[in-house]
């Protein structure tokens, strides 16, 4: 024992006798020191650190070309390209910020907003005419989309966070060196900054998504706005893919925006929306639809075993959520409706229940990538259509493609009880009336009338809402 305190005094006396400049010295206290130094020429070189004190508020409106990686029509390149004109405004102190997005992309044609404006936030469509106000606006995770694509407000993040980051090296891009320091901001994964050494200007930044892997975001062709050098183009790649191509086509500073959060009369409000827990929704006898934050599957229960139909992500959840009503049945059957990666997430789970997943052969690569490459996972192509059945109930799973949307989409149904389950096709919106049908929407609505279905309920993949055949006809209607 005696030797052992012996030697605990001689390393406490060692650290306290040991110069200061060996604790000065220390590899998290030279990161430390590095990034602040990177991020006071950053701020010199973004106007000074007072402009970026004093930019309050930033205006930008651009045009997007969005490359449709694994989410085109088909499930290998050229991806598909669509356009979207986007506004976006941000007002720092009284935490407001406003967008707007419209476009047509992939069969879905869209002229949506979001206003995060404390009490008055909502979010609104329109093409629906609706204003539906947000239970629970949250600033920082709305706006830090826009935020992470826009390199002056990273170096705002940075003069307001600096306390959290570190410089992680030098490296050099298209010849130019480079430092790298972290930003943590207020919610998501820590981002990698990518400085120039000599413009000392952002050019690029770099995040992890599990499951979806490296978030590559670039900013190019600065030009000056009021004594701030805003980037004028952008890029996103995802795992080096090129994603999306932004360009600014306006940019103001420190204007006011309050007027951009007021929506016309003309807009019905709706319902207020509030958060999508994870819930269990039994649509008929053993059968049920369970889902929150956006992704659901159906879950049919059959005599001696159970099909799932769906594969988007938090899969597992939905399982354990469905194991409360049908404990022991096994899933024997999980159907993708197509080859889209979130729709593709649950494949993993679907193979550790040892289901046999149903697909299209077109779609095989995918599907096993998205198993992890492992060859053992069993798969069953459909050709046309597949019927399920155990002589009391059946499940007809139909490949009603093409579509906008996809050369292949399985859709679940359910003669007896005429129960539709789609992904991606006709949008329900969790309030409020239907909003006018997209090219999606009518192909869906073609392909019903075209095998005779008899329909009184229609699930998706992406919402909580059942709806009927009269909201489909309501929404062809408009």
Not at 36 to 42: K, Q, R, S, V
Not at 66 to 78: D, T
Not at 184 to 205: K, N
Not at 253 to 270: C, G, V
């Amino acid at each position: 024992m005696k030797n052992y305190q012996a030697i605990a005094g001689l390393i406490i006396c060692t650290i306290l006798l040991s110069p200061v400049t060996a604790v000065s010295e220390s590899l998290p206290l030279v990161a430390v020191n590095k990034a602040n130094e990177i991020i006071d020429a950053t701020l010199e070189a973004y106007g000074g650190a007072e402009t970026i004190t004093n930019l309050k508020s930033l205006e930008q409106e651009s045009t997007t070309i969005g490359l449709a990686v694994n989410q085109s029509r088909k499930p290998e390149p050229p991806w598909d390209k669509n356009e979207t004109e986007s506004l976006n405004a941000i007002e720092f102190g009284s935490d407001l910020f406003v967008t707007r997005n419209k476009g047509l992309a992939n069969g879905f044609e869209f002229d949506n907003g979001t206003v995060i404006n404390g009490d008055n936030s909502y979010q609104l469509n329109f093409r629906a005419k609706t204003a539906a106000r947000i239970a629970e606006p949250d600033f920082n995770t709305t706006s830090g989309p826009y935020i992470r694509i826009t390199s002056v407000l990273l170096v705002k993040q940075l003069q307001n966070r600096r306390q959290t980051s570190h410089w992680l090296g030098e490296v050099e891009i298209d010849g130019r060196a480079h430092d790298v320091i972290t930003l943590v901001m207020e919610v998501g994964p820590a981002l990698s900054l990518y400085i120039d050494q000599e413009t000392h200007l952002l050019t690029r930044s770099e995040r992890v998504l599990p499951p979806f892997g490296s978030v590559d975001y670039r900013f190019s062709e600065y030009k000056s706005i009021d004594g701030i050098p805003i980037n004028q183009e952008f890029e996103l790649y995802v795992n080096d893919d090129l994603n999306l191509q932004i360009s600014i086509t306006s940019t103001r500073i420190n204007k006011p925006i309050q007027h951009l959060a007021e929506h016309s009369d003309e807009l019905e409000n709706i319902a207020a929306v509030t958060p999508d827990v994870l819930s269990m929704q039994e649509l008929d006898d053993g059968v049920y639809l369970i889902g929150g934050t956006g992704t659901y599957v159906m879950f049919v229960e059959m005599d001696n075993y159970v099909v799932a139909i769906g594969g988007t992500a938090g899969l597992p959840d939905r399982i354990k959520e469905f194991r409360k009503a049908v404990p022991s049945k096994p899933i024997r059957y999980g159907v993708l409706t197509h080859h889209h990666s979130d729709h593709v997430l649950g494949v993993p789970s679907y193979a550790e229940e040892n289901a046999t997943i149903l697909t299209v052969a077109e779609n095989e690569s995918v599907v096993r990538a998205a198993s992890g490459g492992a060859n053992d996972v069993d798969l069953e192509f459909v050709n046309g259509s597949r019927v399920l059945g155990d002589g009391t109930r059946s499940v007809e799973i139909h490949d009603i493609g093409p579509t906008p949307h996809a050369e292949h989409l399985l859709i679940a149904y359910l003669p007896n009880e005429g129960i539709i389950f789609e992904a991606d096709h006709f949008p329900l919106p969790r309030t409020g009336p239907m909003p006018p049908a997209i090219p999606n929407t009518e192909a869906f609505a073609k392909a019903l009338a075209k095998n005779d279905f008899k329909v009184n309920k229609i699930v998706g993949a992406h919402s909580p809402r059942i709806a009927s055949q009269e909201d489909l006809d309501n929404a062809l209607r408009q």
